[in-house]
């Protein structure tokens, strides 16, 4: 469950938001249906897991609960195996200053051994170096699984395991490799940027939240800028709401998805709106 949390953390990190406050809806209509969204922080941090009476009364009375992918074991062995090369190694791809690097740092920081790292895919080390180490993998997503199970709900996926990891494949090689050394050039500020992170995301200040994830992009490539845009935000969003319609239209749903999916023009505040659900903010 560690390395899911950290490729789904990720994402919340390097991708931008557009403005706009509140991360826990109410979805109503006119026929009276209830449903929730949901803006969460894929991280293991404990004030995430503290979670407000609302929430807390949401997952006593929904009877599904619709994650970006649900996090089991079949999805963290299949994204291990996803990680790692099957012929190639990362030394033959990485410069030798550069390989050096994201050695010392897997092998001081994560705990990881540097043959385990030579066979990493550039895109899972860029990932992987962009979270801090995992202590308890006890993260937002997997408790809310565990606590809306308890409760005698469904957990389904929004997204196929596939879909997702072609996004964070879809990097161009030179594109991944930029990834990386924006990672280990950020290492040294790694828990700051989080800590302001989760503070923000804790104030709800989207605003302040869409900043921080600005700031990260600074450097990057102009394609790699534009694939987060498209295929990490907007396509995935059109996808997960049409997956969502169906379990939408019976009630009683949470959509439970990383807080960058929310806001903007094709956020799924906007689109919900579009398709006539009333949403208001809850906190």
Same mark, same amino acid.
């Given at each position: 469950?560690?390395?899911?949390?950290?490729?789904?953390?990720?994402?919340?990190?390097?991708?931008?938001?557009?403005?706009?406050? &509140?991360?826990?809806?109410?979805?109503?209509?006119?026929?009276?249906?209830?449903?929730?969204?949901?803006?969460?922080?894929? +991280?293991?941090?404990?004030?995430?897991?503290?979670?407000?009476?609302?929430?807390?009364?949401?997952?006593?009375?929904?009877?599904?609960?619709?994650?970006?992918?649900?996090?089991? %074991?079949?999805?963290?062995?299949?994204?291990?195996?996803?990680?790692?090369?099957?012929?190639?190694?990362?030394?033959?791809?990485?410069?030798?200053?550069?390989?050096?690097?994201?050695?010392?740092?897997?092998?001081?920081?994560?705990?990881?051994?540097?043959?385990?790292?030579?066979?990493?895919?550039?895109?899972?080390?860029?990932?992987?170096?962009?979270?801090?180490?995992?202590?308890?993998?006890?993260?937002?997503?997997?408790?809310? +699984?565990?606590?809306?199970?308890?409760? !005698?709900?469904?957990?389904?996926?929004?997204?196929?395991?596939?879909?997702?990891?072609?996004?964070?494949? !879809?990097?161009?090689?030179?594109?991944? /490799?930029?990834?990386?050394?924006?990672?280990?050039?950020?290492?040294?500020?790694?828990?700051?940027?989080?800590?302001?992170? /989760?503070?923000?995301?804790?104030?709800?200040?989207?605003?302040?939240?869409?900043?921080?994830?600005? +700031? &990260?992009?600074?450097?990057?490539?102009?394609?790699?800028?534009?694939?987060?845009?498209? %295929?990490?935000?907007?396509?995935?969003?059109?996808?997960?709401?049409?997956?969502?319609?169906?379990?939408?239209?019976?009630?009683?749903? /949470? /959509?439970?998805?990383?807080?960058?999916?929310?806001?903007?023009?094709?956020?799924?505040?906007?689109?919900?709106?579009?398709? !006539?659900?009333?949403?208001?903010?809850?906190?």
């Amino acid at each position: 469950m560690r390395a899911v949390r950290r490729i789904l953390f990720a994402l919340i990190v390097l991708l931008p938001l557009t403005a706009q406050a &509140q991360v826990f809806w109410s979805l109503t209509d006119e026929a009276g249906r209830q449903n929730w969204l949901l803006g969460t922080v894929h +991280s293991e941090d404990p004030r995430l897991l503290d979670w407000p009476e609302p929430l807390v009364d949401a997952l006593q009375q929904a009877d599904r609960l619709a994650l970006e992918l649900v996090p089991n %074991a079949a999805v963290l062995e299949r994204l291990q195996q996803a990680m790692m090369f099957r012929d190639g190694r990362l030394s033959e791809v990485l410069d030798e200053d550069l390989y050096a690097r994201v050695v010392e740092l897997l092998v001081t920081h994560y705990g990881l051994t540097e043959t385990a790292v030579d066979r990493m895919r550039p895109w899972a080390v860029a990932v992987t170096l962009a979270t801090p180490p995992p202590e308890t993998g006890m993260f937002m997503d997997l408790m809310l +699984s565990v606590r809306a199970q308890g409760a !005698g709900a469904d957990v389904v996926a929004l997204e196929t395991f596939d879909e997702q990891i072609g996004f964070l494949t !879809g990097f161009a090689p030179e594109e991944q /490799i930029a990834l990386i050394r924006q990672a280990v050039s950020d290492h040294e500020r790694q828990l700051e940027i989080f800590e302001r992170l /989760i503070a923000a995301y804790l104030d709800g200040d989207l605003e302040r939240l869409a900043r921080l994830a600005e +700031s &990260q992009m600074d450097g990057l490539p102009e394609p790699v800028i534009a694939h987060f845009n498209e %295929a990490g935000l907007a396509a995935r969003n059109r996808r997960m709401l049409e997956r969502a319609e169906p379990w939408l239209e019976s009630g009683g749903l /949470i /959509i439970a998805v990383g807080a960058l999916h929310l806001p903007g023009e094709e956020g799924l505040v906007a689109m919900l709106r579009e398709r !006539g659900w009333i949403l208001e903010p809850v906190y």
